[in-house]
């Protein structure tokens, strides 16, 4: 075949090389001549990583962090399921990504193949396979469904023809917008009527959430905030889309401080823009007083919580810029409505709430056990840590002391991979998505030892990629969900618990400057790599205590207990 020759991967490659920069691969049979193309023909930048599951987390981590479509890449079979997870992670996410695999040959399936279309139906993905005469077709129309209905999709590549010549369908394509969403038309009543409701409100709340941000609604429900006087909050994804001004609560539900969440119970009419309402942000049903209305802002076709009173269905921009024009009416007007809204919440005794959000439990310097309390050790961090930070979040107990300790500064500094399919050990590769998405600022990965080892490999991936990285090793010797659930409700322990694992050590070894940290003292190590300023991963492998309870953990015990009890 001659060097001019068009191959069917060389044709997908420079199809995606259009919509993507970044590829994040593991190479094996069946993609290696996609590969082969990505890196002799196309300008996409490659990131190897070191598991199958860790191509899909980083490149969900990468759109994450940079509202960009970005690539993973597996063989066939095996390689194909161990991305599953990852997959269905990004589904339920709803994240933009396309996903190139090998595929079964067109003369049929062999032992190691799998249905991947089936597969990938099973847990909401797309699923497309190129052909000779369409690659480059095929491969556009996975990008747009990607970006269209914001999920991500599998495109296989037949083994027998990725590297056969291409026939036809060479054209090249037309750039996509990667902020198109489907048209929805919006009730212009219905929203006259949620202005007034909202205007009228004594103590309004406005809270927005991941898909507000991605909507670049941020802006005009900010404005909409000041005009009505309203108290503001966020999704745990929604982290930054506000500023922290005399205004804003922080997060709402099971991660609010306190004080925070007597506020938004507080709230006469809520609009919630952008977030899905689950019930860690509903506190499970807690989270509204029972008068409240609420009032959900989505393109979906039903609200996503029962609790909701009546659905907008639109763009998020749309609909708060259309809320923004409606409730402006003269100056005079604008003026007593900002002040009837603050001075409701004033008289409920939220009128300056500034940093009400990290209105937390200091924590002590020792637990009982003698062990770090995470509480002290998230608040030392949020002061030595960068400003210029994006944190990522494995799953596990260990989630709730970020969100509510560190601050970002905007919605894409926050990444949690893994809480929507509730799966843990995708930290490592998303630090790895983060990392090629905003290579000048520092990634704090979070992690827990469970979810560590479960996703190992890929810590030398973290080493070898991110250019200034810290991790923070929560490390409890445990499964500390399952502790604080189940344990306690007399569950036998033993499966829970992990022994001692050296991380720092494990860190060393691949290439990265480490420390055991047992006391607060013990962070000056990572204070002096910090202040050196010289690029690389620190690994803290911090010793925290299994007796301090995160407050949302508490929450879903006892959420867990009444439904026990009821049965």
Same mark, same amino acid.
């Given at each position: ?52 599951? =860790?191509? *899909? #987390?980083? @490149?969900? %981590?990468?759109? +994450?962090?940079?509202?960009? &479509? !970005? ?120 929203? =006259?009527? *949620? #202005?007034? @409701?909202? %205007?009228?409100? +004594?103590?309004?709340?406005? &809270? !927005? ?123 005079? #007007? ?11 919440? !004033? ?221």
């Amino acid at each position: 075949m001659s060097e001019t020759t068009i191959t069917v991967s060389a044709a997908v490659a420079a199809e995606l090389e259009q919509h993507a920069s970044d590829v994040f691969a593991l190479m094996g049979n069946g993609n290696a001549w996609f590969l082969d193309a990505v890196v002799r023909r196309s300008a996409m930048r490659l990131t190897t990583v070191r598991h199958e599951a =860790a191509t *899909v #987390a980083a @490149a969900d %981590a990468f759109y +994450r962090a940079s509202g960009q &479509l !970005a690539v993973a890449t597996t063989t066939y079979g095996p390689g194909y399921t161990n991305a599953i997870t990852p997959l269905a992670e990004a589904a339920q996410a709803r994240i933009p990504l396309v996903l190139v695999v090998g595929d079964q040959p067109t003369s049929g399936r062999r032992p190691w193949d799998v249905d991947q279309a089936a597969i990938a139906d099973a847990v909401g993905a797309a699923a497309i396979v190129v052909g000779r005469g369409d690659a480059r077709s095929a491969t556009r129309r996975a990008v747009e469904t990607a970006l269209l209905e914001r999920r991500p999709v599998v495109l296989g590549i037949p083994y027998d023809v990725a590297h056969a010549q291409l026939e036809g369908d060479g054209v090249q394509s037309a750039s996509l917008d990667a902020a198109s969403e489907p048209f929805v038309s919006i009730d212009a009543e219905q929203l =006259a009527g *949620v #202005a007034q @409701a909202l %205007a009228g409100a +004594r103590r309004p709340l406005l &809270l !927005a959430g991941r898909g507000a941000h991605l909507a670049g609604a941020a802006e005009a429900l900010r404005e909409l905030a000041a005009r009505l006087g309203a108290r503001t909050a966020s999704s745990a994804l929604g982290s930054g889309i506000f500023a922290p001004d005399h205004r804003h609560l922080g997060i709402c539900g099971g991660f609010a401080s306190d004080r925070a969440a007597e506020a938004i119970e507080q709230a006469d009419v809520a609009l919630v823009v952008g977030a899905g309402l689950n019930q860690f942000q509903m506190r499970f049903g807690d989270a509204f007083a029972a008068d409240a209305r609420i009032v959900q802002v989505d393109i979906l076709d039903a609200a996503t919580n029962p609790r909701v009173d009546e659905l907008v269905r639109g763009d998020a921009r749309l609909v708060a810029e259309a809320l923004l024009a409606l409730t402006a009416g003269d100056a005079a #007007a604008a003026e007593d409505s900002s002040r009837q809204g603050d001075e409701g919440w !004033a008289a409920a005794g939220f009128g300056d709430v500034t940093g009400v959000h990290f209105e937390r439990q200091p924590g002590d310097a020792a637990a009982p056990d003698g062990r770090l309390d995470p509480r002290s050790l998230f608040h030392a961090l949020e002061r030595i840590l960068p400003a210029d930070r994006v944190i990522v979040q494995d799953g596990g107990h260990f989630i709730g002391w970020a969100p509510t300790h560190l601050s970002v500064a905007d919605p894409e500094r926050l990444l949690m991979v893994g809480t929507a399919f509730q799966t843990i050990g995708l930290g490592f590769p998303s630090a790895v998505g983060a990392g090629a998405a905003r290579p000048e600022s520092t990634i704090v990965l979070v992690s827990g030892d469970g979810g560590a080892l479960m996703g190992l490999a890929d810590l030398d991936s973290v080493v070898r990629t991110v250019r200034r990285g810290v991790i923070v090793l929560v490390n409890d010797a445990a499964y500390g969900a399952e502790v604080h659930q189940y344990a306690v409700r007399g569950v036998a322990e033993a499966p829970m618990l992990i022994e001692q694992v050296d991380f720092a050590a494990l860190g060393r070894g691949l290439g990265a400057t480490a420390a055991v940290i047992e006391t607060l003292d013990d962070l000056r190590q990572l204070e002096d790599w910090l202040a050196a300023g010289e690029d690389g991963v620190f690994v803290a492998d911090c010793r925290v205590s299994q007796q301090v309870v995160a407050p949302y953990m508490v929450e879903i015990r006892e959420a867990a207990m009444r439904a026990a009890a009821a049965d």
